[in-house]
């Protein structure tokens, strides 16, 4: 009597390229670096704000040289060498802050975070190095955007013999506090991205609270404005880049304002993240 024996194929074994891989927070940060300098939208936004802080802010400084003479002592006596040179980034924080905002939920949108979750289950971690990536590459670039905005500006001012130079009396702390202050406003933007899901969302709450909320609060009693409004964001962070004034809060006040909203929002994203699923 025969038997036969019926072999089952031998199916090859699939060992992961990765397998063996510890997940850290360093390898983590360079997926996430990875994913950064490979959206086109992140180049574009980040050429945008260079443009905005250098062009704008040496613009400014030429106009406001040119039509010196017709000044009205009021805004001569204004007149600040150092914030008319940085005055770009009023309008470059924006295109941080909506970056900051794409850079999360855009992967919401997509559903690419899921991918990141599963293969980081603690979650946070992601997050981390989301801000990590974000601190050094935007950082840099606001920082060395605000000192050539300066010199420009101030070459533009020497016409009128108005310029000053680096050394003068709060002019470094100034040049790189606005530096600062533009990645502080991005990465309150990228925690309104955690928190919202949303992109629209997250940018119409970015833009609600440095450009509509302010103004608003104009209108209302002066009590409330003198009590409330140097306590906004915008308000705290050109506290600490500007020219204190006013109401204003102190340069180093301003700038523990500003990082507290910082905390506060990414805190709040953190606790979303942690404990809803994507």
Known sequence: MTSTVTQQPI??????????MKVTQGRVIKSEWTKFRSLRSTLITLVVSVILTIGLGTLISAVTASHWSQSSPGDRA???AVVTSLDGIRFSQLAVGVLGVLLISGEYA?????????AVP???????????VFTGVVGIISIISTFIAFFLGQ?????????VTISSPDALRMVAGAGIYVLLVGLIGMALGGLMRNTAAGISSLVALFFVIPPVLNLLPKSWANNIGPYLPSNAGESFWGHPNGVHLSALA??????????AAIAAAAVRLKSQDA
Do not use: E
């Not at 070459?155 to 310029?163: E, G, P, R, T």
């Open 11 to 20: 199916r090859p074994t699939v060992t992961p390229r990765f397998s063996g």
């Open 78 to 80: 204004d007149f600040n």
């Open 110 to 118: 997509t559903g690419m975070i899921r991918a990141s979750l599963t």
């Open 122 to 132: 603690k979650r946070l971690p992601v997050l981390w190095a989301k801000l990590s």
């Open 155 to 163: 070459a533009m001012l020497s016409s009128q013999h108005l310029q």
């Open 254 to 263: 301003g700038l523990l304002v500003l990082c507290g909203w910082t905390a």
